[in-house]
């Protein structure tokens, strides 16, 4: 795996990045050497955070995890995103994606071996007329729902898109992009 580290209001000490591939380098067993491991760290007050993303063919595997502490933030999101793997590896199996990101032996791993593997369900499933509105006025009309995010017909690109309330309080925006 290669790794990609950054880190904003920190910086990379040699005993970090060490603790970062040590821990994350335990993740090799099912990827293969190219894949790239994005990780970058952040320091907000108290507030020791890691995000770590990594592309795959048609899926992006990603946690963030914070704490009071770097390393143990370090450890979380390792175990975090294993079982993410572990879990959904069959469905990744079944859904035809190749994955030529991941070890053979990893895919043909038996299902039984997967903890807390559960059936994705789709329970409900709704319908709501679209007008079309610019993101500001979206983002007023979610937080009149008292929702955390509002899909909606943009009028300036004529394209569905989300706004959603981030963590910090501000908002954001997802746009499609067509690949």
């Known amino acids: 795996m290669k790794f990609i580290i950054s880190g904003r209001n920190i910086d990379i000490t040699p005993g970090l990045k060490e603790a970062v591939e040590s821990k994350l380098g335990k993740l090799e067993k099912f ?25 795959l063919k048609g899926n992006i595997i990603r946690s963030e995890q914070v704490s ?14 294993e079982r993410q793997l572990r879990k959904y590896r069959t469905k990744l199996i079944d859904r035809h994606q190749e994955g030529h990101d991941f070890r053979k032996e990893f895919l043909e791993e038996e ?55 981030r963590k910090d309080g501000s908002y954001g925006l997802i746009e499609p992009e067509f690949q």
Do not use: W
């Not at 050497?33 to 108290?46: A, G, H, M, N």
């Open 31 to 55: 990827f293969t050497p190219e894949t790239e491991v994005i990780v970058t760290l952040s320091v907000e007050k108290d507030r020791q955070k890691i995000e770590v993303t990594i592309p």
């Open 111 to 165: 299902p039984s071996n997967i903890p807390e593997f559960e059936e994705i369900k789709i329970v409900r499933t709704k319908r709501f007329g679209m007008k079309p509105m610019f993101p500001e006025d979206a983002c007023i009309q979610m937080e009149l729902l008292g929702h955390t995010f509002f899909v909606f017909s943009n009028a300036e690109t004529d394209e569905v898109n989300v706004v959603y309330k």
């Open 68 to 81: 009071t502490d770097m390393y143990v933030s370090i450890d979380l999101v390792e175990e975090i995103i």
